[in-house]
C-alpha cells in the first residue's frame, strides 16, 4: 500500500493551464479506473473535484478534468484562477478494499 | 443538506485510547457506506477505515490494522471509530466522509476532529 507519487508543487499565471500527475502502480492507478483528485485550502477539509479518473460532482467548474494513462492520473486545470491555489490530492482504489492517496501537490497561482 | 459532523478528539497518552464519532444528517445513512481519513501535521491525506451500509464489513489499511475499529448506528445516524494502542503517529486530524456508492471516492466530509498522542 505504497502511496501515489505526485509532484510536491506546480505553478502557473492566471489564464494558464496546468497539470498535476498521479503515479501508481499495475496494481492500483493501472487497474482501476477509480481515481479521484480533492481540492484542499489551508485549514479546510478536502473537496472532492474528480471521480472515476474522469468525472466532475455537480458543481465543480469544468475548468477542472481529469484523464489516465497506463499507470498515471492527471488533474488539468484550464484558465487558472486565484482561487485555484491550494493542495491538490489524488487517490485510487488499490484492490482488496483499500485506498492509497497521492503525497499531495501544492499549487500556486503566480 | 448533506452535513457531517466528528466529536471526540483530544489530546491522550500513547498507548492509550479514543472514540470518535460522527453524526450524518441530510441523507439516508444507512444507504451509504463511510469512512475516516486523516492528515498528520503538514502532511498529506491518510486513509484509515471504511464501513458498510450495513455495518456488516469493515475495511482497515495495514497501518492501523488490529488496533482501530470502526463502527456505525444506522438508527441513530452516527458513525464510530475507536482507536486502541495510540501512538505518537496517530496524531492528526480525522475527517469523516460519505462514500460515492462504487466509485472509491468520498464525497462529503466533516471539518474534522483533532487527535494529539503525546506525554
Known amino acids: 500500500q505504497s502511496a501515489l507519487t505526485q509532484p510536491a508543487s506546480v505553478s502557473g499565471s492566471p489564464g494558464q493551464s496546468i497539470t498535476i500527475s498521479c503515479t501508481g502502480t499495475?496494481?492500483?492507478?493501472?487497474?482501476?479506473?477509480?481515481v479521484s483528485w480533492y481540492q484542499q485550502h489551508p485549514g479546510k477539509a478536502p473537496k472532492l473535484m474528480i471521480y472515476?479518473?474522469?468525472k466532475r460532482p455537480s458543481g465543480v467548474s469544468n475548468r477542472f478534468s481529469g484523464s489516465k494513462s497506463g499507470n498515471t492520473a492527471s488533474l488539468t486545470i484550464s484558465g487558472l484562477q486565484a482561487e485555484d491555489e491550494a493542495d491538490y490530492y489524488c487517490?485510487?482504489?488499490?484492490?482488496?478494499?483499500?485506498?492509497?492517496f497521492g503525497g499531495g501537490t501544492k499549487l500556486t497561482v503566480l | 443538506e448533506v452535513q457531517l459532523l466528528e466529536s471526540g478528539g483530544g489530546l491522550v497518552q500513547p498507548g492509550g485510547s479514543l472514540r470518535l464519532s460522527c453524526a450524518a444528517s441530510?441523507?439516508?445513512?444507512?444507504?451509504?457506506?463511510m469512512s475516516w481519513v486523516r492528515q498528520a501535521p503538514g502532511k498529506g491525506l491518510e486513509w484509515v477505515s471504511a464501513?458498510?451500509?450495513?455495518?456488516?464489513?469493515?475495511y482497515y489499511p495495514d497501518s492501523v490494522k488490529g488496533r482501530f475499529t470502526i463502527s456505525r448506528d444506522n438508527s441513530k445516524s452516527k458513525f464510530y471509530l475507536q482507536m486502541n494502542s495510540l501512538r505518537a503517529e496517530d496524531t492528526a486530524v480525522y475527517y469523516c466522509?460519505?462514500?460515492?456508492?462504487?466509485?472509491?471516492?468520498?464525497?462529503?466530509w466533516g471539518q474534522g476532529t483533532r487527535v494529539t498522542v503525546s506525554s
Open positions: 466522509a460519505r462514500d460515492m456508492r462504487g466509485s472509491s471516492a468520498w464525497d462529503y
Open positions: 441530510g441523507f439516508t445513512f444507512s444507504s451509504y457506506p
Open positions: 464501513i458498510s451500509g450495513s455495518g456488516g464489513t469493515t
Open positions: 499495475s496494481s492500483d492507478v493501472g487497474s482501476y479506473n477509480l
Open positions: 472515476e479518473v474522469t
Open positions: 487517490c485510487s482504489y488499490a484492490g482488496s478494499s483499500t485506498l492509497v
